[in-house]
């Protein structure tokens, strides 16, 4: 029986590190997720092809000795990337915005930054099973050895950092949407269900809301619906997001019936979450990438 109980846990476990492993397969950015142990349990398209990773290596390998391989590190960096890891796990707290520099073999661009986002991922019961790591290209600007978000964010920050409600069911999809905006000095909020999103929401409480519209427990149009409601004789009118797995062309309407800013496809990227912002938070006259709307 406790062997049956064990084989039952591992197995959701595995579905978790499974689930949206393809949808997150093409993201422009290299990311990877690994267990307690540190051993790889998945990766996205890129990072595959940086690092010469075979589908034979998931749950076999921790990825740290191939990162350093290909980035050049020494043996105390490498070490350095799996004890932040594993740091995020114990702590069961993210980490962001962590500069890793590497040498390069272009004279131009003797140097890449990378900025390096990681969160804990956990399971259905909320217990961490490993950490989602997020590493983004960052330009680097002649003379700079050093950065900090703020002088890599092309967006002015506001009085108060930009407050983003996010909400998507499944956990490796919602920790990399958290990531991006907090790569950004946003404040987020995360939330895989109805229930927890209506629990959080208030008229003016955020400034942005991007929303997975295809949720276990509810429609997101009905939580639109609902959102739009308490609003409701307010000045308020948070600019909501519909993400989808499916076409965002083909909702577009229903966004516009529900009274949606647009749709975007998923996964979201670096630059549409950038793009969001600067539309619907700083009020500039940018154009969202893929963002459809009636």
């Given at each position: 029986?406790a062997?049956?109980?064990?084989?039952?846990?591992?197995?959701?476990?595995?579905?978790?590190?499974?689930?949206?492993?393809?949808?997150?397969?093409?993201?422009?950015?290299?990311?990877?997720?690994?267990?307690?142990?540190?051993?790889?349990?998945?990766c996205?398209?890129?990072?595959?092809?940086?690092?010469?990773?075979?589908?034979c290596?998931?749950?076999?390998?921790?990825?740290?000795?191939?990162?350093?391989?290909?980035?050049?590190?020494?043996?105390?960096?490498?070490?350095?990337?799996?004890?932040?890891?594993?740091?995020v796990?114990?702590?069961?707290?993210?980490?962001?915005?962590?500069?890793?520099?590497?040498?390069?073999?272009?004279?131009?661009?003797?140097?890449?930054?990378?900025?390096?986002n990681?969160?804990?991922?956990?399971?259905?019961?909320?217990?961490?099973?490993?950490?989602?790591?997020?590493?983004?290209?960052?330009?680097?600007?002649?003379?700079?050895?050093?950065?900090?978000?703020?002088?890599?964010n092309p967006?002015?920050a506001?009085?108060?950092p930009?407050?983003?409600?996010i909400?998507?069911d499944?956990?490796?999809?919602?920790?990399?949407?958290?990531?991006?905006?907090?790569s950004?000095?946003?404040?987020?909020?995360?939330?895989?269900?109805?229930?927890?999103?209506?629990?959080?929401?208030?008229p003016?409480?955020?400034?942005?809301?991007?929303?997975?519209?295809?949720?276990?427990?509810?429609?997101?149009?009905?939580?639109?619906?609902?959102?739009?409601?308490?609003?409701?004789?307010?000045?308020?009118?948070?600019?909501?997001?519909?993400l989808?797995?499916?076409?965002?062309?083909?909702?577009?309407?229903?966004?516009?019936?529900?009274?949606m800013?647009?749709?975007?496809?998923?996964?979201?990227?670096?630059?549409?979450?950038?793009?969001?912002?600067?539309?619907?938070?700083?009020?500039?006259?940018?154009?969202v990438?893929?963002?459809?709307?009636?």
């Open positions: 029986m062997h049956s109980i064990k084989k039952s846990t591992v197995s959701a476990v595995q579905r978790v590190h499974d689930y949206y492993s393809d949808l997150l397969s093409f993201m422009p950015h290299l990311v990877y997720w690994v267990d307690e142990q540190g051993i790889l349990k998945g996205n398209h890129h990072f595959k092809q940086i690092f010469r990773i075979k589908e290596d998931l749950g076999v390998i921790q990825p740290y000795r191939k990162i350093g391989g290909v980035f050049h590190l020494d043996a105390k960096h490498v070490t350095l990337l799996q004890e932040e890891d594993q740091c796990i114990e702590a069961d707290q993210g980490k962001h915005n962590t500069l890793l520099s590497i040498k390069t073999t272009t004279k131009n661009h003797p140097i890449q930054d990378y900025l390096c990681r969160d804990p991922l956990h399971d259905h019961k909320g217990q961490v099973i490993g950490a989602i790591v997020v590493m983004m290209e960052a330009v680097r600007s002649q003379g700079i050895t050093s950065q900090t978000i703020a002088e890599l967006v002015k506001l009085e108060h930009p407050a983003i409600l909400v998507e499944n956990t490796i999809a919602r920790t990399v949407a958290e990531s991006l905006f907090k950004l000095d946003c404040q987020v909020d995360s939330v895989e269900s109805y229930k927890n999103a209506a629990a959080l929401f208030q003016g409480k955020y400034d942005l809301v991007v929303m997975d519209i295809e949720l276990e427990d509810a429609s997101g149009y009905f939580i639109a619906k609902k959102f739009r409601g308490s609003e409701k004789n307010t000045q308020y009118h948070v600019p909501i997001i519909a989808t797995s499916h076409s965002a062309d083909s909702i577009k309407f229903y966004c516009d019936d529900y009274y800013e647009g749709a975007l496809n998923k996964p979201l990227n670096a630059v549409q979450a950038e793009q969001l912002l600067e539309r619907y938070v700083y009020k500039k006259d940018t154009v990438g893929g963002l459809k709307h009636a």
